[in-house]
């Protein structure tokens, strides 16, 4: 079954881009921007997309693409960029990305009290949504955003109906697949009618994506911590630019670890929270070096101890999952898996392979840096070689779902030294197309069995049929859920 499916999601996309090319591109091929159709002919993922939000009818597909390619041309979207967008509209506020939601979608605010009905700025307000659209679209390739329109202190100069076709459409048309759902908050009496307009717009499949909520309940979509005060919540975020506020990876974490002290106080509560295991600090220089585990109650030999490591990591390393990228081999592709509350939060390893035949520096980023220890950080890898970077939550702080991690790479040249140093100027001299980023999703496994993505004993000692299974099954009901809206 799985077999068929695979050779017909295969067969549509080749009909559609055989169709598209013949019946469109070819008589008029000055009507799109030439990088759509290329990207057409390359990105699976686009083309589904399309297809799915048209129910795999090709026909319909088609046309969708074309209005699709044409609006894409028309805005230049490809050539957006934060230049593109007039000032003052970026220092307003009234749309920006920040937070997540608690199904772990990004969250695209929607401020309409910031909203004047001004024909003359109408097409640079939608330059701004696109804007973001697009940057998040390129940046997450298909994960769905929520829309949070927030009504509340909205008066009746912010009511535009034009404005809100443009965004029901960019989700319905443009962007198909990205809207898991629109949260409308405290919505005036003044707007009901509008907002039965708001609904043919959508379609009847897509009405039930259609959330009114008010200060309770609000909550049942966005936990408190991503909420402002006036929904009820406890973010403190206050919008400000620059610089763009959806940069969650501004911050790095710790370059090349912590510093000393810090090392000596993670030591302390790792032993206190995972008994006779934990991680043993390693310097710059030692990074990209297998990592060692220490027993707080025996000593034995490095000899020994490398022996014990060598076949943990073996069985640990087995790759569930690959993201093969240009320059590095990332597992897991998508996800990194920690254990529940329950059963305790348990580190988790990401190993990077270097594919090309150079010394690829990389390092690693993430949306709370205050909530995670990562060993390396911020190194190299050698060509061919594979290095680990262990992910552990510190100081007893919970793993979220909304949490992300980013891996970025660049290839160096062979002259070039891998010290702290080297590394640091390194990053501020990489052109940014030159850089490889890849982001990883945090998963909670609500079961206390282990897996092979532990640093447990007990997950070492785990069948290679079980892991897998377990992996299988959490993948597997990603995939539905991803696929589920329409």
Same mark, same amino acid.
């Given at each position: 079954m799985a077999e068929y499916h695979?050779?017909?999601?295969?067969?549509?996309?080749?009909?559609?881009?055989?169709?598209? +090319?013949?019946?469109?591109?070819?008589?008029?091929?000055?009507?799109?921007?030439?990088?759509?159709?290329?990207?057409?002919?390359?990105?699976?993922? =686009?083309? +589904?997309?399309?297809?799915?939000?048209?129910?795999?009818?090709?026909?319909?597909?088609?046309?969708?693409?074309?209005?699709?390619?044409?609006?894409?041309?028309?805005?230049?979207?490809?050539?957006?960029? +934060?230049?593109?967008?007039?000032?003052?509209?970026?220092?307003?506020?009234?749309?920006?990305?920040?937070?997540?939601?608690?199904?772990?979608?990004?969250?695209?605010?929607?401020?309409?009290?910031?909203?004047?009905?001004?024909?003359?700025?109408?097409?640079?307000k939608k330059k701004l949504i696109?804007?973001?659209? %697009?940057?998040? &679209?390129?940046?997450?390739?298909?994960?769905?955003?929520?829309?949070?329109?927030?009504?509340?202190?909205?008066?009746?100069?912010?009511?535009?109906?034009?404005?809100?076709?443009?965004?029901?459409?960019?989700?319905?048309?443009?962007?198909?697949?990205?809207?898991?759902?629109?949260?409308?908050?405290?919505?005036?009496?003044?707007?009901?009618?509008?907002?039965?307009?708001?609904?043919?717009?959508?379609?009847? %499949?897509?009405?039930?994506?259609?959330?009114?909520?008010?200060?309770?309940?609000?909550?049942?979509?966005?936990?408190?911590?991503?909420?402002?005060?006036?929904?009820?919540?406890?973010?403190?975020?206050?919008?400000?630019?620059?610089?763009?506020?959806?940069?969650?990876?501004?911050?790095?974490?710790?370059?090349?670890?912590?510093?000393?002290?810090?090392?000596?106080?993670?030591?302390?509560?790792?032993?206190?929270?995972?008994?006779?295991?934990?991680?043993?600090?390693?310097?710059?220089?030692?990074?990209?070096?297998?990592?060692?585990?220490?027993?707080?109650?025996?000593?034995?030999?490095? &000899?020994?101890?490398?022996?014990?490591?060598?076949?943990?990591?073996?069985?640990?390393?087995?790759?569930?999952?690959?993201?093969?990228?240009?320059?590095?081999?990332?597992?897991?592709?998508?996800?990194?898996?920690?254990?529940?509350?329950?059963?305790?939060?348990?580190?988790?390893?990401?190993?990077?392979?270097?594919?090309?035949?150079?010394?690829?520096?990389?390092?690693?980023?993430?949306?709370?840096?205050?909530?995670?220890?990562?060993?390396?950080?911020?190194?190299?890898?050698?060509?061919?070689?594979?290095?680990?970077?262990?992910?552990?939550?510190?100081?007893?702080?919970?793993?979220?779902?909304?949490?992300?991690?980013?891996?970025?790479?660049?290839?160096?040249?062979?002259?070039?030294?891998?010290?702290?140093?080297?590394?640091?100027?390194? =990053?501020?001299?990489?052109?940014?197309?030159?850089?490889?980023?890849?982001?990883?999703?945090?998963?909670?496994?609500?079961?206390?069995?282990?897996?092979?993505?532990?640093?447990?004993?007990?997950?070492?000692?785990?069948?290679?049929?079980?892991?897998?299974?377990?992996?299988?099954?959490?993948?597997?009901?990603?995939?539905?859920?991803?696929?589920?809206?329409?």
């Amino acid at each position: 079954m799985a077999e068929y499916h695979a050779q017909n999601k295969a067969k549509l996309i080749s009909e559609t881009r055989r169709r598209f +090319e013949a019946e469109y591109v070819t008589d008029k091929p000055d009507k799109y921007d030439p990088r759509d159709v290329e990207r057409l002919q390359q990105d699976d993922n =686009w083309v +589904e997309s399309y297809l799915l939000w048209r129910h795999n009818v090709v026909d319909e597909t088609l046309k969708m693409l074309d209005e699709s390619f044409q609006w894409r041309k028309e805005m230049s979207v490809n050539d957006l960029t +934060e230049s593109s967008i007039p000032r003052w509209l970026l220092e307003i506020g009234g749309i920006y990305l920040h937070g997540y939601d608690k199904e772990g979608n990004k969250l695209f605010w929607i401020r309409v009290k910031y909203h004047v009905k001004d024909h003359k700025t109408m097409l640079d307000k939608k330059k701004l949504i696109a804007f973001w659209l %697009e940057r998040y &679209a390129k940046r997450e390739n298909g994960k769905p955003v929520t829309v949070m329109f927030d009504l509340s202190e909205t008066g009746i100069n912010s009511i535009d109906m034009d404005f809100v076709r443009f965004i029901i459409n960019c989700f319905k048309v443009y962007y198909p697949k990205y809207l898991s759902k629109m949260v409308i908050f405290d919505m005036p009496w003044i707007m009901n009618a509008a907002f039965k307009i708001v609904k043919s717009w959508l379609g009847p %499949e897509a009405v039930s994506l259609l959330k009114f909520t008010s200060k309770n309940e609000v909550q049942d979509y966005v936990s408190v911590e991503y909420l402002p005060p006036h929904m009820g919540g406890t973010d403190p975020f206050k919008y400000s630019y620059p610089p763009l506020v959806d940069d969650d990876f501004q911050t790095p974490l710790c370059e090349n670890g912590p510093i000393a002290s810090e090392d000596e106080a993670s030591s302390k509560e790792d032993i206190e929270s995972d008994g006779k295991e934990t991680l043993e600090t390693v310097s710059n220089e030692e990074q990209t070096t297998l990592l060692k585990k220490i027993n707080v109650t025996e000593h034995t030999s490095k &000899a020994e101890e490398n022996e014990k490591v060598d076949s943990k990591m073996k069985a640990f390393k087995k790759p569930l999952s690959v993201f093969k990228g240009p320059l590095l081999h990332i597992s897991p592709a998508e996800e990194l898996y920690f254990g529940s509350t329950e059963s305790g939060e348990k580190k988790t390893l990401i190993v990077l392979t270097n594919v090309t035949k150079n010394v690829v520096a990389f390092k690693v980023r993430t949306t709370a840096p205050e909530k995670y220890r990562v060993k390396p950080s911020n190194s190299s890898c050698d060509p061919g070689a594979s290095v680990d970077i262990v992910v552990s939550p510190h100081g007893g702080l919970t793993v979220s779902a909304q949490d992300r991690f980013l891996i970025m790479a660049a290839e160096m040249e062979q002259s070039s030294g891998t010290g702290p140093a080297e590394l640091t100027q390194f =990053w501020k001299e990489v052109p940014r197309n030159k850089v490889m980023e890849h982001r990883l999703r945090c998963h909670i496994v609500e079961s206390s069995k282990p897996t092979t993505l532990t640093l447990k004993d007990s997950g070492f000692n785990m069948s290679d049929k079980t892991s897998e299974d377990l992996y299988l099954q959490f993948a597997t009901s990603r995939r539905e859920n991803d696929f589920s809206t329409p």
